[in-house]
């Protein structure tokens, strides 16, 4: 039961660096979602997508991009690191939207130095 | 955007005690959702609530939709050293293009032995 899978864990970044965070969940769940996290707060939703090749902005989706070329994949890329995205990330999956529950991944840690 | 103000921030109780905390939301969600975090994890689902007026348990958790659909109570009966985590309350807007969350800022829980 993998559920939600989150890769990686933990990475520091330098200013200006580009990487990906890899989400994949195995529940056939049509509904993906990265939101952040910082520090004494809530979670922010970056960007979601109702299915494969659909995808929409969040509340904070400036310097993010996604993907959704499948099902089970949602990846969220930073091409230009900035200190202001040290954050921590989550990826979470549902269902249609009605009524249902959201699956939360474990998480990733991002600095940006 | 909509926004939540989850309250109190913080809160410190000896075992045993109850717990209250609540969110409030300047604009209507037709579900209500809380979860508790855990350090180092993603959220975790504790109850859900799809209908004003709702009241609904989880074992000695209990939370209710309010009747003007604006807000949202969680209460903790007989806590125990286990109930230390955030808890986030958030509510749900379900639309044609998707179901997005609004998370509040969470309530930090001690619970003291």
């Known amino acids: 039961n993998a559920g939600v899978t989150q890769t990686p864990k933990f990475r520091i970044l330098k200013i200006g660096q580009s990487m990906t965070l890899q989400c994949a969940q195995d529940?056939?769940?049509?509904?993906m979602y990265w939101y952040r996290q910082d520090p004494g707060m809530g979670l922010k939703l970056i960007y979601y997508?109702?299915?494969?090749?659909?995808?929409d902005k969040g509340e904070v989706p400036n310097g993010y991009n996604v993907s959704r070329s499948t099902t089970e994949d949602f990846p969220l890329r930073l091409e230009l690191a900035a200190p202001s995205q040290t954050s921590v990330y989550f990826c979470?999956?549902?269902?249609?939207?009605?009524?249902?529950?959201?699956?939360f991944g474990e998480g990733s840690w991002l600095t940006v130095v | 955007g909509q926004q939540l103000n989850q309250n109190p921030q913080s809160m410190f109780i000896q075992e045993g005690e109850d717990v209250s905390m609540n969110c409030t939301s300047s604009s209507i969600f037709n579900t209500w959702l809380w979860y508790k975090q855990d350090p180092g994890e993603g959220p975790v689902l504790l109850i859900a609530l799809y209908k004003a007026g709702e009241l609904t348990s989880n074992g000695r958790l209990t939370a209710q939709f309010g009747i003007t659909r604006k807000d949202s109570f969680l209460n903790i009966s007989a806590s125990i050293p286990s109930d230390v985590g955030i808890y986030f309350c958030a509510g749900q807007l379900r639309e044609t293009s998707g179901s997005r969350l609004t998370f509040g800022e969470g309530t930090q829980l001690t619970v003291n032995p």
């Open positions: 997508s109702v299915g494969a090749g659909i995808t």
């Open positions: 529940m056939n769940h049509n509904y």
């Open positions: 979470a999956s549902s269902y249609s939207g009605t009524q249902n529950t959201i699956y």
